[in-house]
């Protein structure tokens, strides 16, 4: 049903500069650009991901409550992009771990304050 999940960022280069590095190790690559977003996907027909500058102009905020869960398929897939967000200057928002019956994932937030995880079903 989701097609893509936008996020704001107040510096694209810097934010596309992160994701460009961190969504390759899931082969990701940009499906889409303009002066004012950039778009990742592994696959045009499955569900991406979106940097923009807001086009109302106002500052990018965070979204309390709000978060992007991108999913991969094993719990070790899931600790090395974790560490990578870090590496790459994102904040833990939660350790990868196992989160409920058959659910590991790990949390963070990326160079804007987007909150965001890798998680693995079963």
């Given at each position: 049903?989701?097609?893509y999940v936008t996020i704001g960022t107040a510096d694209l280069a810097r934010s596309s500069a992160f994701?460009?590095?961190l969504l390759a190790d899931i082969g990701a690559k940009r499906l889409m650009q303009s002066e004012r977003f950039i778009a990742w996907a592994v696959d045009p027909s499955k569900p991406g991901?979106?940097?923009a500058l807001p086009y109302d102009g106002k500052p990018a905020t965070i979204g309390n409550g709000c978060m992007v869960a991108l999913v991969v398929d094993s719990?070790?897939?899931v600790d090395a992009l974790h560490a990578r967000a870090l590496?790459?200057?994102a904040t833990?928002?939660?350790a990868p771990g196992p989160r409920g019956e058959g659910f590991y994932a790990g949390y963070f937030r990326d160079l804007d304050g987007n909150k965001l995880n890798f998680f693995c079903m079963g």
């Open positions: 049903m989701i097609g994701y460009d590095s991901l979106c940097v719990t070790a897939k590496a790459l200057g833990d928002e939660g």
